[in-house]
């Protein structure tokens, strides 16, 4: 308790948010939006209402996440990642649960302006989103709590978000949008990988059955190195399709990629948080050189 006395409430609701995984909601936006460039379509509106609400589900993710793990037991004092502010008593556990509510609503009215642009197959991703976002650690099936995190996370964070960000400004589905996806997906899950390998020894013990905790963390540092090559060889399929020569940028953040797998191995504990906001800085670079190279090298 001596190390969060000094917490205001303000601090405390910023930590609650988790502001270094906020990569995670702005880079598929940045990755669909940079395809729309491409391709002559870019909508800045809906754009920036998709950033928006991708912004409050990762937020109102985050806030569930804090709440259900306490609640299930999960965040004990033997913790050694981050600060969750419900399990170190800096939030009413009630708080916590009223801001994910009311954060998860506002992306949804957000939202629902995309509704009026892309009809009733936005309402229907917003909907599983925000499900989701929730599921994760809450309802009857948790799905971090059964090896199915990883799951969610490229699904919802690389697939749908890219491509749904992509289709409320051009109205299509090409298979672009979809392939521009895996490196978001891949390196968004990725955060989760290094997560889950710093916390495998604790979620054990609690009956939380991520693949690290059933499988061990070799199969966690395997699964952090088939997710990278996954999303630095993506780009030469946009090259084979006539991209130029741009669409190679994110090859720039390579050297960041082979630090954080390095580190990955070499820490345990505590020290692997800061793998963890490698990995998300690593997503970020990684987004921002994609999307201008999608833009720049467009056929």
């Known amino acids: 308790m001596s ?5 205001s409430a303000v601090q405390a609701w910023v930590m609650a948010t988790r502001p270094k995984t906020l990569t995670a909601a702005a880079s598929p936006v940045l990755v669909g939006s940079g395809l729309a460039v491409a391709y002559g379509v870019f909508a800045p509106g809906p754009a920036v209402v998709a950033l928006l609400c991708s912004f409050l589900l990762q937020i109102g993710s985050n806030l569930a996440n804090d709440y259900y793990d306490f609640l299930k037991g999960a965040d004990t004092e033997e913790r050694v990642g981050p600060t969750r502010v419900t399990q170190a008593g800096l939030i009413a556990p009630e708080q916590v649960r009223l801001a994910m509510v009311l954060t998860l609503a506002a992306a949804f009215l957000l939202g629902l302006s995309l509704v009026w642009v892309g009809g009733p197959v936005v309402l229907a991703i917003g909907i599983a989103s925000i499900v989701s976002a929730v599921a994760y650690t809450g309802g009857p099936y948790p799905l971090g709590y059964h090896g199915l995190g990883d799951v969610f996370v490229f699904l919802f964070f690389g697939l749908i978000a890219v491509a749904g960000t992509y289709y409320v400004q051009a109205l299509a589905w090409p298979v672009e949008a979809f392939v521009a996806a895996i490196p978001v997906g891949a390196l968004c899950t990725n955060i989760l990988v290094v997560n889950n390998v710093r916390d495998a020894p604790q979620d054990a013990e609690v009956g939380k059955r991520t693949l690290p905790a059933r499988l061990g963390v ?13 999303a630095y060889g993506t780009p030469l399929a946009f090259f084979g399709w006539g991209f130029g020569p741009w669409v190679l940028l994110p090859w720039l953040s390579l050297p960041l990629a082979l630090k954080a797998r390095g580190r990955l191995r070499a820490e345990t504990g505590s020290a692997l948080n800061a793998v963890l906001g490698m990995t998300a800085g690593l997503l970020f670079v990684y987004s921002v050189l994609f999307a201008a190279g999608l833009a720049l090298g467009a056929p």
């Open 3 to 7: 190390a969060t006395a000094d917490i």
């Open 218 to 230: 070799g199969f966690g540092y395997a699964q952090y190195d088939a997710l990278q090559i996954l």
